[in-house]
């Protein structure tokens, strides 16, 4: 059984930072691309970056240069480092691997 599982959400303040876990379970995790999406109250799904087999990231511009991606394949995690974090990045925030998705961790922006 597929499960991934994401923590670390919270409230910061702008211009703060947090770190975003994903535990993934139930399939070889070092052949998947991983992924983090988020989803802002009111629009729709978008995908924030993602992280390949090999470790090679890619990102959304709208967090180019504040987030970071990266993955443990021993450990079978991801984690999305956001740092500089401004008011509009309030979203649920999703895992995502192949069709696979987690139940998301809120993040929230505010001061």
């Known amino acids: 059984q597929v499960q991934l599982v994401e923590s670390g959400g919270g409230l910061v303040q702008p211009g703060g930072s947090l770190r975003l876990s994903c535990a993934a379970s139930g399939f070889t995790f070092s052949s998947y691309t991983m992924r983090w999406h988020r989803q802002a109250p009111g629009k729709e799904r978008e995908l924030v970056g993602s992280?390949?087999?090999?470790?090679?990231?890619q990102y959304a511009d709208s967090v180019k240069g504040r987030f970071t991606i990266s993955r443990e394949n021993v450990k079978s995690t991801v984690t999305l480092q956001m740092n500089s974090l401004k008011p509009e990045d309030t979203a649920v925030y999703y895992c995502n691997a192949h069709d696979w998705w987690g139940q998301g961790t809120q993040v929230t922006v505010s001061s």
């Open positions: 992280i390949n087999w090999l470790g090679t990231p």
